[in-house]
């Protein structure tokens, strides 16, 4: 290698260094140590400096691959996750991992180069205008034109990035602002007058709230990802287990609550467990926890939860009483309100409310009907449940395959699902796996993917391979956009407009990549499969060949309430 051009001790003040050189020296006292991206004209010489830099760097195949793999690191390991892409087209590639993470508040900053400052505006040689673009899908983002900027605005971002309700924080470079050096001291102190988010529950309504709790017969605790974000996961089922109350969780609430614990309800809304939906219907209190009453999760609005008081814990006040009237509403963090309400919960002999719970559980459980039609994806998220211990980091793609596992593994601990919750984009898995293994090397990373999701961004599996990333992909191939077919199966008539979805051959895709490729069709031989996978070394696509004709149930269809749920087999 080269000898090293640039220092990574700055003088005080960084007086004569340039702005890449500062770029790399503030992103390592952020605590990055691991940065995501693709490179181009617009932000050569900060690659230049990344080329001596002690911050790693991955090279992904596509810059959306790079910022999902950004994002499954944050999901992972709730850090926050950075990125780098070039102007113009290497920029607008950013934009659905920017929408991705700005719908599941997701902590990213995502630097972008821009054309000299002189020429923004001109259209310019890759001149797009990043921070109108990603106005509406970022928490935040910044133009900086001048060295003397740098420093400051990416301290900037990354504490908007990291605080209050998380979200991804686009920083846009102009080229000069990062070739230019400083002559002068800098200083780096934020700026940020108007950006002051609440951490602290005020305790009048803390009281208020538990007040209405312990008053209640038929409780529910309805839990999203903000618990995830907070970290609040162990005052959560502290509060929980005192006062008795039954726990259903979103998507990206997903692990907060060990779902082999008799208070779990399991995952709610359109293809959440007749339990929780049930249960959210007769509750008299929900007890909204990091969660925004997302229409996947209500079902007809004007039905949802028609006996219950709704108090609405969130760190974003925007969120209350946004789609769903809440009688108390606490802003703040999750885990500091919490640990506050523990006090005041009572334990509350709640038998009648939780045998009835039980009994539901026992009559709806998640189902499948084994033994026809080849191998059950609903089987194989299953096996993967037992064989990992329900331990793994599981990343999914959007659709069919995506809800089976939500349904099927098991889960027991936070940050385990890697999934894209708001906006659902199919090709999340694939990268976001590979992000979640950089940043967690030690764990057992699979993607159980969908073959359309899969095909998305398959490009990023050589990346797993040249990284030494042992991530194992397990493609649910049902030959269709299931999810899609699964509509037009039950209201457009069975006309399969565009969803067959014919795969090249994916074990040869795999090998071709580097990767090691393998194919499972016969059900007896499933087990042996994700076992010889399991045991792997390195990479592994592994593709199951799944019964293209099976649905995902119970089913609220769109715009129907949540008791009105179709329950497919259960009925
Ligand atoms: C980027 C993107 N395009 C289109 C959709 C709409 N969509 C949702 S699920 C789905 C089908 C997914 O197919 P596959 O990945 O094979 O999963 P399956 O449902 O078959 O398990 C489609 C097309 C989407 N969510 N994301
Ligand atoms: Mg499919």
Redesign the pocket.
Do not use: A, I, R
């Given at each position: 290698m080269a000898k090293r051009k640039y220092r990574e001790q700055l003088p005080p003040g960084f007086v004569g260094a340039s702005g890449a050189e500062i770029f790399n020296r503030m992103l390592l006292d952020q605590g990055v140590d691991l940065m995501f991206g693709f490179p181009g004209g617009a932000v050569l010489p900060i690659f230049d400096v990344l080329f001596d830099s002690s911050i790693k760097f991955v090279m992904s195949r596509h810059e959306q691959g790079a910022i999902h793999m950004a994002e499954g690191f944050a999901k992972a390991t709730g850090r926050t996750g950075a990125v780098i892409a070039t102007s113009g087209p290497g920029a607008t590639n950013l934009v659905t991992g920017l929408a991705n993470a700005h719908m599941d508040s997701s902590p990213l900053v995502a630097f972008t180069g821009q054309v000299r400052s002189h020429l923004i505006g001109n259209d310019a040689f890759q001149e797009a205008d990043m921070t109108g673009i990603s106005r509406p899908v970022t928490k935040h983002n910044f133009l900086v034109k001048r060295v003397e900027d740098l420093g400051r605005v990416i301290r900037e971002a990354f504490h908007i990035a990291s605080t209050g309700r998380p979200g991804p924080v686009l920083v846009d470079i102009a080229v000069d602002a990062t070739i230019n050096t400083l002559d002068e001291p800098v200083n780096l102190e934020m700026d940020l007058p108007g950006y002051k988010p609440r951490t602290s529950g005020h305790v009048r309504q803390i009281k208020a709230a538990t007040d209405v709790i312990n008053a209640s017969e038929r409780p529910v605790l309805y839990v999203g990802g903000g618990v995830v974000h907070s970290g609040a996961t162990d005052e959560m089922r502290a509060v929980a287990e005192k006062g008795r109350l039954p726990v259903t969780t979103t998507l990206l609430g997903l692990g907060t609550f060990d779902e082999s614990n008799p208070l779990a309800l399991q995952m709610l809304g359109m293809h959440g467990s007749a339990t929780a939906n049930y249960a959210v219907q007769e509750c008299d209190c929900l007890v909204a926890v990091g969660a925004r009453f997302d229409d996947r999760v209500t079902g007809k609005l004007e039905t949802f939860a028609p006996r219950a008081k709704i108090i609405h814990i969130d760190i974003d006040p925007t969120s209350i009483s946004k789609n769903v009237k809440v009688d108390i509403p606490v802003v703040g963090d999750a885990r500091d309100i919490l640990t506050k309400m523990l006090e005041y919960v009572e334990t509350v002999d709640r038998t009648p409310w939780l045998e009835k719970i039980a009994e539901w559980k026992a009559r709806y459980p998640f189902a499948y009907e084994k033994g026809s039609g080849g191998i059950k994806p609903q089987e194989v998220v299953e096996r993967i449940g037992e064989l990992t211990n329900h331990d793994a980091v599981i990343a999914t793609?959007?659709?069919?395959?995506q809800m089976w596992a939500a349904q099927f593994y098991g889960w027991r601990k936070p940050r385990q699902i890697i999934t894209s919750g708001g906006l659902?984009?199919?090709?999340f898995g694939v990268p976001s796996a590979i992000g979640a293994q950089c940043g967690r090397p030690e764990a057992t990373v699979i993607d159980i993917?969908?073959?359309?999701?899969?095909s998305?961004t398959m490009g990023e599996v050589v990346t797993a391979v040249q990284n030494d990333l042992p991530v194992k992909f397990v493609v649910?191939d049902?030959e269709?956009?299931?999810?899609?077919r699964q509509w037009q199966e039950m209201f457009y008539d069975r006309r399969y407009s565009a969803t067959p979805?014919p795969c090249p051959d994916l074990v040869k895709v795999a090998e071709g990549f580097g990767a090691r490729g393998m194919r499972v069709t016969e059900p007896g031989e499933l087990a042996d499969a994700l076992n010889e996978m399991l045991k792997h070394p390195g990479p592994v696509v592994l593709v199951a060949a799944v019964d293209p004709g099976e649905n995902v149930f119970p089913m609220v269809p769109a715009g129907k309430s949540l008791h009105e749920m179709e329950l497919g087999r259960l009925a």
């Open positions: 793609g959007v659709g069919q395959h659902g984009t199919m090709g993917d969908g073959d359309g999701s899969f998305m649910m049902n269709y956009l299931g999810m899609v979805h």
